[in-house]
């Protein structure tokens, strides 16, 4: 398939018929072999051991649909001479669309955070809409938080869910045996998940990055499994149920006397409790925005970029890279750890089953979509990521078939994500904005 | 005394295909330097499609010999040129593209094939664990102990014995493969320079494409041992398979096909000795925790190369 994609476009782009025809003849063999195997055949438990199911049909609409899609990329989308230069867009068109976001950035920003702010008020905001508009924001922190290690510090890490799961554990422990209120209980979370952060961080931290992401996620599998079996005390697959609800600072959402509603005079609605959660976590993702962009420009920052650009320039400057990456680590983790007792106190039930793999994994293409080290690029990824997810929620089954699929077209269309360009943290005399091609990124040596 | 030996029979036998599985792993690995994370999921896919084909011929344990010998032969064959289909598409469309990229774009795509692979059985094939009744039955006491507790048998089933078989065979012919033929040659070229062997001629894209194949056929043939041992699959066996393989890979040595053997025989052993001793539900944090502490405290692998970093 390969060398016939390749001659046939060498021959000038001209339509060649026999070899369209071969590849595809290729592609409906292949296609009989992967889907012809596993849709045709299903083997299905019966009395007495397995039965096979035939679904012929099926399996050839797949396979016609690969042939037909085959065909049409190569009539429209592979056609093009392959030159050396491997991109669609001219160079003097990638420029002026450069510039064009680079202006449109500017306003951009403003608007998204106006628009998130009058959210809960505006007239078609529903408990439904509000309801996702946390969710949506609970990934942009979390986003956010694994843009410090990932987008910032170049570490890949894929356990970044553990912290989440610490966090979350934390506040409903704490609240269940001590009786803690939410607003004691979340810099806790926070403070422990850093320091889980750091316990992890601390032997893993001199490996290389793909060694780095692999023992990330084998941490990440070891405390949802001790979530899962430490029955006495996390209450195991059962998880933990009736977290207390967040009060407005000490005053708690209920009817009547000294409620929420009361104090202010207002009606009681049960919709006041989701706003006043859709603006912790609002002012929560932000803090965390916040306290990314400045520590951006803080020594530790800069060391945290160098460290991703070129670890061994790096340690020839005097660095210590152990602490920067400690820092990095337990900075991402305090985070996830704000925002996992953001989602216990949310959810009121917490179990093992939310902090599995496949989490880490959306988080992590949250970033990897809005482009490493974006950080309006995270928020426009979670956007697109969780409302698509609601968009396909009637095809429920298929939805992490298209996840999956997404993530790997996107990585081979936008390998740098959706926002790929950057703005480099110093800068003389001209601000400009750092092309995609300039830039390194997660090497993470 | 007794109880130790059957447990490192048991251990063994999972150490072998745990080593079936971590060859893929260690050769993709040694020639693109990159983490082939699908890769247990090629492992899953392996054993549905043997699954598949045992159903289809209706291989019971009540065939005779001669047939369960030829249908395993075809169900292996089935299996290994199937899976290797996946493993070949794989590569050619998630991550051929990407070579020459930024060092973990392959591995962030790999996750993703990782879940289409795992959603795809899942929706193809059903969500429920598949049980399929033991084919090959029987086995040889080795040892035996009576004494007031009772009676105590060590055995080794013709199951285990299969296993192991088949495992020491494909290793030495695979070894062959890689030590004599000018494929594996153009591999060993590959994975040392692979600018270089281009300059020389080697076709580096093909003989990367059949590094994969290699290690998916492979992967196939450790996933029908799996069905046939435990007789219960479902689509999530991969993940942990694999990060368990992986971890054998790494701590034989990765890039080296004994190591590789060698480390699925620790991991096998280390994780039946801690089931049986300490408890069974915490046998994957002793897979994880072996994973962390190899890579820390002996990141070349018993078998492997340390690494040199260029600038």
Not at chain 1, 46 to 56: D, I, K, N
Not at chain 2, 20 to 30: D, N, P
Request: net charge neutral.
């Amino acid at each position: 398939m390969a060398e016939a994609t390749q001659t046939g476009a060498a021959a000038g782009g001209g339509l060649d018929l026999s070899e369209i025809g071969k590849d595809l003849a290729i592609t409906a063999l292949l296609g009989a072999a992967l889907f012809g195997s596993t849709i045709a055949f299903k083997t299905e438990t019966a009395t007495g051991g397995l039965s096979l199911v035939l679904r012929f049909e099926s399996a050839f609409f797949v396979i016609a649909a690969v042939v037909v899609g085959r065909l049409i990329l190569l009539l429209t989308v592979w056609r093009r001479p392959t030159g050396g230069d491997r991109t669609f867009v001219p160079q003097a068109l990638q420029l002026r669309y450069a510039d064009f976001l680079a202006k449109t950035g500017k306003a951009f920003v403003p608007i998204v955070l106006l628009f998130a702010v009058v959210f809960p008020f505006l007239p078609f905001t529903d408990r439904y809409l509000l309801d996702l508009g946390i969710l949506i924001l609970t990934y942009v922190m979390l986003g956010w938080g694994l843009n410090i290690v990932v987008g910032l510090a170049g570490l890949l890490d894929l356990g970044y869910v553990a912290f989440y799961a610490v966090g979350a554990y934390s506040y409903a422990l704490l609240a269940q045996y001590f009786g803690l209120s939410f607003w004691i209980c979340l810099p806790l979370a926070g403070i422990l998940a850093a320091f889980w952060g750091i316990i992890l961080g601390f032997p893993v931290l001199r490996l290389r990055g793909d060694y780095l992401a692999i023992v990330t996620l084998a941490f990440g599998e070891i405390i949802r499994i001790v979530l899962l079996n430490w029955y006495n005390f996390t209450g195991g697959p059962d998880g933990i149920s009736g977290i207390p609800r967040p009060s407005f600072f000490g005053i708690p959402f209920k009817r009547g006397e000294g409620g929420f509603a009361d104090f202010f005079g207002l009606d009681y609605s049960s919709i006041h409790r989701i706003i006043f959660l859709y603006f912790l976590i609002l002012i929560l993702a932000l803090i965390t925005n916040f306290v990314t962009i400045r520590l951006r420009r803080l020594p530790i920052g800069r060391a945290w970029e160098a460290l991703r650009e070129d670890e061994i320039a790096c340690r020839s400057l005097g660095l210590n890279t152990t602490s920067i990456k400690l820092t990095a680590f337990a900075t991402g983790a305090m985070f996830a750890g704000f925002a996992g007792s953001f989602f216990a106190t949310r959810q009121g039930f917490i179990s093992p089953e939310s902090f599995t793999f496949i989490e880490s994994a959306l988080i992590l293409a949250i970033v990897v979509l809005g482009g490493m080290g974006s950080q309006i690029g995270v928020v426009i990824a979670s956007v697109a990521m969780i409302g698509g997810f609601e968009i396909f929620r009637e095809a429920e089954q298929y939805r992490m078939l298209i996840f999956g699929l997404a993530m790997v077209m996107i990585m081979i269309w936008r390998p740098r994500g959706l926002i790929a360009t950057r703005e480099p943290s110093i800068f003389l005399k001209e601000k400009k904005a750092v092309s995609a091609d300039m830039v390194a990124q997660g090497e993470g040596h | 005394m007794e109880y130790f030996v059957q447990q490192l029979i048991n251990g063994v036998t999972l150490g072998s295909i745990y080593g079936l599985i971590a060859i893929g792993y260690t050769m993709v690995y040694g020639i693109i330097g990159m983490i082939n994370f699908a890769h247990g999921d090629i492992f899953m896919v392996g054993a549905f499609i043997s699954l598949i084909v045992i159903t289809a011929v209706g291989l019971a344990a009540s065939s005779s010999l001669f047939v369960i010998i030829l249908a395993l032969i075809l169900v292996l064959a089935c299996a290994m040129v199937i899976s290797s289909v996946f493993g070949w598409t794989l590569e050619r469309l998630a991550y051929r593209p990407l070579r020459g990229s930024f060092r973990l774009a392959p591995l962030i795509t790999a996750i993703g094939v990782s879940i289409v692979l795992q959603n795809y059985i899942q929706i193809s094939q059903g969500a429920r664990v598949k049980p399929l009744q033991p084919i090959i039955s029987g086995g040889h006491t080795i040892m035996r102990r009576v004494d007031e507790n009772g009676e105590f048998v060590v055995q080794i089933s013709n199951m285990q014995i299969l296993i192991i078989t088949v495992t020491v065979v494909l290793m030495t012919v695979f070894s062959l493969i890689i030590a004599k033929t000018s494929l594996g040659r153009a591999q060993r070229a590959c994975e040392q320079d692979r600018k270089m062997a281009s300059l020389l001629g080697i076709n580096v894209d093909r003989t990367i494409s059949t590094t994969f194949v290699m290690g998916a056929a492979l992967a196939a043939v450790a996933g029908l041992m799996y069905l046939l041992y435990y007789g219960v699959i479902d689509f999530y066996i991969g993940f942990v398979a694999g990060v368990k393989a992986f971890t054998a890979a790494v701590l034989g040595g990765i890039g080296s096909l004994p190591g590789a053997m060698l480390g699925g025989l620790v991991i096998g052993l280390i994780e039946t000795l801690w089931s049986a001793y300490f408890s069974v539900e915490y046998k994957d944090v002793a897979a994880f925790s072996m994973l962390a502490i190899v890579l820390i405290f002996l990141p070349q692998g018993l078998l492997g190369k340390p690494e040199v970093e260029k600038v």
